[in-house]
């Protein structure tokens, strides 16, 4: 098996292995440029997460999900934490993380001006994929230090053991994978 077959909002994705160690891997899931994709998953998550104010999701991969989902809710803008601190950004706030899909520490950042949209509101924390909940931590603190209330916490896929949470949203799981006897990998059960 070289890709994972993967079924959600209605549309079908084959997605190639990344090895995490020499066992173990994760199924690689893009959505930043599927428009199909998120235009089917946008509306199943937004029916879920009214009451919110405000979209925040951190840079790139849930850029495009955020978007279709502020623009069916009805919501003016929505709120992107960047992932380096850019020349025109001003009291900006900051926390680090260390994700499963980067080699390094990456820090999140968060402009005034997207402080000042987000204080005191009600908050939906949104990634395209929540694994370890690490980048989705990082994002709550990042919040948190600018007064938001983190109201929901929304993603397409909870992959691996975050599908047993009771605290985030999400259309489907997505499973990690072994490396068998064969070579092959195979889906780790729950």
């Known amino acids: 098996m070289d890709t994972y077959s993967l079924k959600v909002a209605g549309v079908t994705r084959e997605l190639p292995f990344v090895a995490i160690d020499e066992k173990l891997a994760f199924a690689s899931f893009v959505v930043i440029s599927d428009t199909e994709l998120v235009r089917n998953a ?3 998550i937004a029916k879920q997460i009214t009451g919110c104010d405000v979209i925040v999701t ?3 991969k849930g850029i495009a999900l955020a978007y279709e989902i502020s623009k069916l809710l009805g919501h003016p803008y929505f709120v992107v934490a960047r992932k380096s601190e850019k020349s025109y950004m001003k009291d900006s706030l900051e926390t680090s993380v260390k994700s499963i899909t980067t080699a390094s520490i990456q820090h999140l950042f968060l402009d005034g001006s997207d402080r000042q949209k987000i204080e005191g509101k009600k908050v939906c924390l949104l990634d395209d994929v ?6 989705l931590k ?3 603190d990042l919040v948190g230090k600018a007064g938001a209330i983190v ?7 909870a992959e691996g053991d975050a599908a ?8 489907e799981r997505l499973p990690l ?3 068998n006897e064969d070579g092959n990998y195979e889906e780790i059960p729950e």
């Open 130 to 135: 929540v694994s370890t909940g690490d980048s």
């Open 138 to 140: 990082a994002l709550e």
């Open 177 to 179: 994978f072994r490396k």
């Open 164 to 171: 047993k949470r009771e605290d985030i949203i999400f259309l």
């Open 58 to 60: 951190a840079e790139a």
């Open 151 to 157: 109201e929901k916490k929304a993603c397409i896929l």
């Open 42 to 44: 946008a509306p199943l």
